[in-house]
């Protein structure tokens, strides 16, 4: 693996994490949403500061290079977790819709009652 | 039989007043609910100024996060029957006496349709109309003439089964949905009448997302889903 490779996971890494850091300090980000990219770029701190790894597994799978596997990796990595955000904004939008629905349905009914009040 | 009109309004100042005054005046018999779905216009203040019964989502859902509203209403209230009726003036309340009367003979959902008894004219417009036809052909083998048209009455099991689960939008690909899963559906003929004022939804792009949204989900994602009642 280049020096080039391996310095720029590392930067990439510790800026994300950074940017991390100050949305939980700014109260922006649940810290359970967190832990997924502290994982993430931990992994890829390690694969920069230990190429070793790399070469191994790459040559275990029969990928030609370390490279090709980081990439291919991390690829994989992000349509999984895109994949399962993709599940979550939906069960996101099926709870605000039903909580919109009964809100305005209850609305509805206190505003009947005080017309057949008065 | 108690019957409930739902009308979902969404930005329909130009035309809300017409549609509800007509029912009012000359179809008393009917209840009917607007579902305000967040409009940013006058919308709701005219339907309040008027005293019309209305329900006001505080956030746009969607036309289908609105029917639901109107289908949780007749629900919670126990109607017998729902019928949707647009809010800007294309569907004519004259025909919901003739739904109701074929709703009778034991049918789940009636549909009105403008092609029962007429030809489907050759538009950009019904070349969508045909494809979604042909998709739903393909898929449950029933004849469905007019499968966009909005007008659409569902009997009390219906109510339920909208109200309380999730992905049943006023759409085609609910309506192909439950054929093939054994609902009796039936089509009777009517009129539609020209959208008076406002603009209409539809573009170019909203066609084209909402074909390709409708073929999937008619050819591919329905066959996968369970319908638990």
Request: with cysteine; hydrophobic share 45%; net charge neutral.
């Amino acid at each position: 693996m280049s020096i080039l490779l391996r310095a720029i996971l590392i930067l990439i890494s510790i800026i994300t994490l950074m940017m991390m850091v100050r949305k939980i300090r700014k109260s922006k980000l649940h810290i359970e949403y967190t832990i997924f990219w502290i994982l993430f770029m931990a992994i890829l701190i390690m694969l920069a500061l230990f190429p070793e790894i790399g070469v191994w597994v790459a040559g275990l799978l029969q990928f030609q290079s370390p490279e090709n596997l980081i990439f291919l990796v991390v690829i994989f990595i992000l349509i999984l977790k895109l994949f399962f955000q993709t599940v979550e904004i939906s069960a996101l939008e099926y709870r605000v819709e039903e909580l919109a629905q009964k809100i305005a349905l209850d609305e509805q009914e206190r505003e009947q009652k005080e017309k057949s009040k008065e | 039989m108690r019957l409930l009109v739902i009308i979902p309004a969404y930005n329909e100042e130009m035309n809300i007043e017409n549609v509800v005054e007509n029912l009012r005046e000359n179809y008393p018999q009917y209840d009917y609910v607007v579902i305000n779905d967040g409009s940013t216009d006058r919308t709701s203040q005219i339907c309040h100024e008027k005293g019309y019964n209305i329900v006001d989502l505080p956030i746009n859902l969607g036309l289908a996060g609105a029917f639901k509203t109107g289908m949780k209403y007749a629900y919670r209230y126990d109607y017998d029957m729902a019928i949707q009726l647009d809010a800007d003036g294309q569907h004519n309340p004259k025909y919901i006496a003739i739904m109701a009367e074929e709703m009778g003979k034991g049918y789940d959902i009636i549909l009105g349709s403008r092609f029962k008894t007429e030809k489907k004219p050759f538009t950009p417009r019904m070349l969508g109309s045909r494809l979604i036809s042909l998709a739903i052909r393909v898929s449950t083998g029933r004849k469905i003439t007019d499968p966009t048209a909005g007008m659409r009455m569902y009997n009390k099991k219906m109510i339920q089964e909208f109200a309380t689960h999730i992905n049943y939008g006023p759409e085609p690909d609910t309506i192909s949905f439950l054929v093939k899963q054994g609902a009796s559906v039936h089509g009777i003929q009517v009129e539609m009448e020209e959208r008076k004022g406002g603009v209409s939804y539809l573009n170019l792009p909203r066609s084209v997302m909402y074909m390709t949204r409708m073929l999937l989900s008619i050819l591919f994602i329905q066959n996968f889903r369970k319908r638990d009642i």
